[in-house]
């Protein structure tokens, strides 16, 4: 199984303000995927990070709020801008055993964010 | 788009207890898996099975992928069992849909 880690593990942000979280995995993959899960709820697909090109992204999420960059085949950044209330969450990132996500899906411990 | 259905959506039993969690799906996956999130957040595999029977312990799991459905099976429920149990399917666009969850609580 892969190992994978995130930075920060968790902050308080102020509106209007933007975090960078970083996932890190301990061997190269293909793809990576960044997921919100909003206090109660379930988790939710929001882009798709792919190295060498752009992140494809969910419906209900753009590139301006949550830019992603893939600078390698082992680490990944999310960025929140532009952050209001309704973005507190865990963000995680994931990513699959196996070349494609057609193999078990392994998680971050999640980055769990409050915006005052 | 797939729709991905946990239930119940709640569910309180007593230490000791057996449990069936249940997972619906509307189309044809690629793979299934079994999470357990605890209460830090942290989502914890458990099983990855897209057909068949899988145990671990005092968790097993059996898929019917022709039927479209999960099963979880939690047999004498401790109290570190309590959380929250999420369905995931793979899709043939690689992308991994959650269902809702079944919130679990043990009481001692």
């Known amino acids: 199984s892969a190992v994978i880690s995130q930075k920060p593990s968790r902050d308080i942000c102020q509106r209007g303000t933007s975090l960078t979280i970083q996932c890190q995995v301990d061997s190269q993959v293909t793809m990576m995927f960044w997921y919100r899960q909003q206090p109660g709820q379930s988790l939710t697909l929001i882009a798709t990070a792919n190295q060498g090109s752009e992140a494809t992204y969910e419906s209900g999420f753009v590139i301006d709020k949550f830019p992603i960059s893939r600078p390698n085949l082992t680490f990944s950044t999310l960025t929140v801008s532009n952050m209001s209330p309704e973005d507190s969450s865990i963000y995680l990132c994931?990513?699959?055993?196996?070349?494609?996500?057609?193999?078990?899906?392994?998680f971050g411990p999640g980055t769990r964010l409050t915006v005052l | 788009g797939i729709q991905v259905e946990q239930s119940p959506p709640d569910l309180i039993l007593q230490e000791g207890a057996n449990s069936t969690l249940r997972c619906n799906f509307s189309d044809s996956v690629n793979n299934l898996q079994w999470f357990h999130q605890n209460p830090w957040g942290q989502l914890i595999n458990l099983f990855y099975?897209?057909?068949g029977t899988k145990q671990n312990g005092r968790l097993s799991a059996t898929t019917v992928a022709t039927e479209r459905y999960s099963l979880l099976y939690i047999s004498s429920s401790q109290t570190t069992d309590s959380g929250v149990y999420f369905c995931?399917?793979?899709?043939?666009?690689?992308?991994?849909?959650f269902g809702k969850g079944t919130r679990l609580h043990i009481l001692p």
């Open positions: 994931s990513v699959p055993a196996g070349a494609t996500s057609d193999n078990e899906q392994f």
């Open positions: 995931a399917v793979a899709m043939w666009d690689d992308k991994i849909i």
């Open positions: 099975i897209p057909s």
